[in-house]
């Protein structure tokens, strides 16, 4: 089955730096669009960025552009989340997500699989 794990959460200093990883397994990881969201405690979850399945392809939530980059390693089956100038607002649970549907770019409603989710706490 599909399965997709984060990793690289933690806790940072605003201002500071993480970069969270994503590795997918039980399907052909070069064929699926991917992104990444976060839900902070109270709140609804945010799209923070999505990449295409060749990773030719990015688009980011408002609220992290030029903060935030996504990219991807197929060989490794990996996706990334590079989060720099990191703030208070930034802390949250990050999801690594994927669709069912191969070569398509979905909505931010159109992730059907997803990760257990890591912590990302920044300290003001």
């Known amino acids: 089955q599909v399965q997709l794990v984060e990793s690289g959460g933690g806790l940072v200093q605003a201002g500071g730096s993480l970069r969270l990883s994503c590795a997918a397994s039980g399907r052909t990881f070069s064929l699926y669009s991917t992104a990444w969201f976060r839900q902070a405690p109270g709140k609804e979850r945010e799209f923070v960025a999505a990449i295409s399945w060749g990773g030719g392809s990015t688009s980011y939530g408002d609220s992290v552009k030029g903060r935030f980059t996504i990219s991807r390693d197929n060989a490794k089956n990996t996706v990334y989340l590079q989060m720099n100038s990191l703030k208070p607002e930034d802390t949250a649970v990050y999801y690594c997500?994927?669709?069912?549907?191969?070569?398509?770019?979905?909505?931010?409603?159109?992730?059907?699989?997803w990760g257990q989710g890591t912590q990302v706490t920044v300290s003001s």
């Open positions: 997500a994927g669709p069912k549907a191969p070569l398509t770019t979905p909505p931010k409603e159109g992730y059907d699989y």
